[in-house]
C-alpha cells in the first residue's frame, strides 16, 4: 500500500506515518498544495497512491479542495473516483455540513482528530489495501 499523508500538525502527521508505514511506503505533504502535487507526481511516475489521509483545515490549500483537485486529476485519465486513491478526511471540526461536503467532494471516509488507529485500520481493510 502506497500512503500519502496530508497533515500540517507535527503530531498527527506522525501519528499517522507510524502506525500506517507498517502496512506500505509513506509519504508526507504539509498542505493541500504539496498534496496536489505530489498526488500528479506519482500519477505521472505510474506510481499512484492507494490511500490518502487529508486534514481539512490546513494553510495555502485546504483538503476539500485538494480533493477536489485530485478527482480531476484521476478523472482528466478516465480513473472513476470508485477505483482512484482511497480518500480519508481527518479533521477537528465535528459539523455535519462538513462531514456532508466532503462526500459530495467524493471522499471516501471521514475520520475526527484524535484518530482512532482501529477505526483508521478497519477503513483500510474494507478498501482491500491491507489484510
Do not use: W
Amino acid at each position: 500500500m502506497k500512503t500519502l499523508i496530508v497533515e500540517d500538525d507535527f503530531t498527527s502527521r506522525l501519528l499517522l506515518q507510524t502506525f500506517l508505514s507498517r502496512y506500505g511506503e509513506c509519504h508526507i505533504a504539509v498542505n493541500g498544495k504539496e498534496a496536489v502535487q505530489a498526488f500528479r507526481a506519482a500519477l505521472e511516475g505510474g506510481t499512484k497512491y492507494d490511500l490518502i489521509c487529508m486534514d481539512i483545515m490546513m494553510p495555502e490549500m485546504d483538503g476539500r479542495e485538494a480533493v477536489r483537485q485530485i478527482r480531476n486529476l484521476e478523472e482528466s485519465l478516465e480513473i472513476r473516483s470508485s477505483s482512484g486513491a482511497k480518500i480519508i478526511m481527518t479533521t477537528a471540526l465535528n459539523d455535519i455540513k462538513q462531514v456532508a461536503r466532503c462526500f459530495e467532494e467524493l471522499c471516501d471516509a471521514y475520520l475526527m482528530k484524535p484518530i482512532n488507529l482501529a477505526e483508521l485500520l478497519k477503513h483500510v481493510k474494507s478498501y482491500h489495501l491491507v489484510q
